[in-house]
T-cell receptor, first 113, second 114 residues
Framework: DTAVSQTPKYLVTQMGNDKSIKCEQN?????MYWYKQDSKKFLKIMFS???????INETVPNRFSPKSPDKAHLNLHINSLELGDSAVYFCASSRIQGTGELFFGEGSRLTVL | AQKVTQAQTEISVVEKEDVTLDCVYE???????LFWYKQPPSGELVFLIR??????QNEISGRYSWNFQKSTSSFNFTITASQVVDSAVYFC???????????FGKGTTLSVSS
């Protein structure tokens, strides 16, 4: 069983479209995250949710909207896609009371044409 | 503010060489956690080690070893007798006790040739 799973793994779309990436974890963790990895491999936190509540919201365009229907799921919806949104998006989870080890999904590579 | 600096962008070595990846961090917190992750060419992020700020003991795991020095705010990673399979991007990361997200350095790309 995959601990943190993301779908789709690859996504190619046109500018202006709206797309979603789904994430699920079966580790029983309380906290989930979205990270963006750009073409230079830089990993940057976008959002963090704890038990369905948003606790970290970095400077991200409001075209990006995370949604957490329950603590095992954290989806990322992106409106009006732009070329600069092309990146690999990683979902991760951790125990809120833990010392921070994050378990990452395999990543979703988004290409905007 | 928290910050992680990995000054080495790329390192190339030949198999069996030892290599050290540098990591320097900044934080005002007295309690914090340091991590190393590996990202092989396949793209996944693999957890390697976690160290808390109160534990300055160096750690060895097989060919991997870590040197944590609070005096210089460094958490360096050494691979002994490198192998081609060690080729990857290695990330150092920092987390404070209050925050919940890891702050990553920009990564060091290690290429090991045969």
């Amino acid at each position: 069983d995959t601990a943190v799973s993301q779908t789709p793994k690859y996504l190619v779309t046109q500018m202006g479209n709206d797309k979603s990436i789904k994430c699920e974890q079966n580790l029983g963790h309380d906290t989930m995250y979205w990270y963006k990895q750009d073409s230079k491999k830089f990993l940057k936190i976008m959002f963090s949710y704890n038990n369905k509540e948003l606790i970290i919201n970095e400077t991200v365009p409001n075209r990006f909207s995370p949604k957490s229907p329950d603590k095992a799921h954290l989806n990322l919806h992106i409106n009006s896609l732009e070329l600069g949104d092309s990146a690999v998006y990683f979902c991760a989870s951790s125990r809120i009371q833990g010392t921070g080890e994050l378990f990452f999904g395999e990543g979703s590579r988004l290409t905007v044409l | 503010a928290q910050k992680v600096t990995q000054a080495q962008t790329e390192i190339s070595v030949v198999e069996k060489e030892d290599v050290t990846l540098d990591c320097v961090y900044e934080t005002r917190d007295t309690t914090y956690y340091l991590f190393w992750y590996k990202q092989p060419p396949s793209g996944e992020l693999v957890f390697l080690i976690r160290r808390n700020s109160f534990d300055e003991q160096n750690e060895i795991s097989g060919r991997y070893s870590w040197n944590f020095q609070k005096s210089t705010s460094s958490f360096n990673f050494t691979i002994t007798a490198s192998q081609v399979v060690d080729s990857a991007v290695y990330f150092c990361a920092l987390k404070n006790q209050a925050g919940t997200a890891l702050i990553f350095g920009k990564g060091t790309t290690l290429s090991v040739s045969s």
